[in-house]
């Protein structure tokens, strides 16, 4: 059976603070270590009061010293935010100290709206076609050194991290397979192109050094617990969360409600419709069966589970079950 990951946005519920957080993130990564989960990765969003993950490297090191075996990284870093050089000197300092163990996934949105990647960036001077490029000269980085090469990652320079191109849409895929590096779509919330960008990864693979086939990983929204009625009613944070951010409203990850989507217009319940189809809401027969049907559909090398669930014993219940599941599929 193909191995199940974590997806962790650090959520902020409502009445909570970044703090509590981050503390949880580290909670349920040692949880995931000891379910059988093979990595855990963060993600890099800006100005959103709902997610404590926007230094992200900094979690991932705070993630990597509590735990042991699991491999830590970036689902992903925002590249067009930083110089290739500064992410190939955090990403080695991390490698140096967890050698083995980390990964490095990196995608071309600004993961923020425009006033906030200006702040970040001081101007949007950057081009986001210039990705590739951007990502060639970050693999250059983590080369052995060169004796002409003035510019250098210290650490980074020779050591193996792995690199990952992520998308929701088929650049990305196009990438990955010109660079021959693996793919993570973010079917959890970008479903629309996942078939189409799986095809066009594939049959456009083009071998590397780090990797000689292509090698896919999907995104999966996992809101699991003892009933389908439970189930959909922790989903609720997650709806909410979203059609807030649609609506330009961000905020903390709300509490769950009853018949959340009974009350929304047409708009909002065909948004949540899209959005939540590749996910699993229900007990662990309805999640197993979610899951047996969109891995026999899509035929993943990975699965990453993410489950933006308020309350933070309920959210560690969740990934159990996908857990016990994935074992029960073996």
């Avoid at 650490?155 to 088929?170: D, E, H, N, R, T």
């Avoid at 909002?268 to 899209?274: E, G, H, N, R, V």
Wanted: net charge neutral; glycine share 8%; aromatic share 8%.
């Amino acid at each position: 059976m193909i191995p199940f990951s974590v997806l962790d946005l650090s959520p902020v519920p409502m009445g909570s603070n970044a703090a509590q957080s981050l503390r949880n993130t580290l909670d349920l990564a040692r949880h995931a270590e000891r379910w059988g989960y093979r990595r855990y990765w963060l993600a890099e969003h800006h100005s959103m009061p709902g997610i404590a993950s926007a230094a992200t490297s900094v979690v991932i090191g705070h993630v990597a010293a509590g735990t042991s075996t699991i491999r830590v990284g970036a689902g992903g870093i925002m590249l067009p935010n930083h110089s290739p050089l500064v992410i190939a000197e955090q990403f080695g300092t991390l490698e140096s100290l967890f050698p083995g163990r980390i990964d490095l996934g990196l995608g071309r949105a600004p993961g923020s709206d425009q006033v906030t990647a200006r702040a970040l960036r001081r101007n949007l001077d950057t081009d986001p076609d210039q990705f590739p490029q951007d990502v060639l000269e970050l693999i250059g980085y983590f080369a052995p050194l060169g004796q002409e090469q003035r510019v250098m990652a210290v650490p980074g320079a020779g050591l193996k991290v792995p690199i990952w191109i992520l998308g929701s849409s088929l650049f990305g895929a196009q990438v990955a397979a010109v660079l021959g590096l693996p793919f993570a779509f973010a079917s959890h919330f970008a479903p629309a192109m996942m078939m189409q960008a799986i095809h066009i990864y594939r049959a456009r693979f083009q071998p590397s050094g780090q990797l000689d086939r292509p090698y896919v990983m999907l995104g999966f929204n996992v809101f699991a617990a003892e009933s389908d009625t439970e189930a959909r009613f922790l989903a609720t944070s997650m709806q909410q969360a979203f059609v807030n951010l649609r609506s330009g409203r961000p905020m903390q990850l709300p509490p769950p409600i009853e018949a959340y989507e009974s009350q929304l217009p047409p708009t909002a319940k065909a948004l949540l419709a899209d959005v939540l189809t590749c996910s699993a809401i229900g007990s662990p027969e309805t999640v197993r069966s979610a899951l047996v049907a969109f891995i026999e559909r899509t035929r993943p090398d990975e699965l990453m589970i993410t489950a933006q669930i308020f309350d933070h014993s309920a959210r560690l219940r969740s990934y159990e079950i996908a857990a016990d599941i994935h074992k029960n599929l073996k």
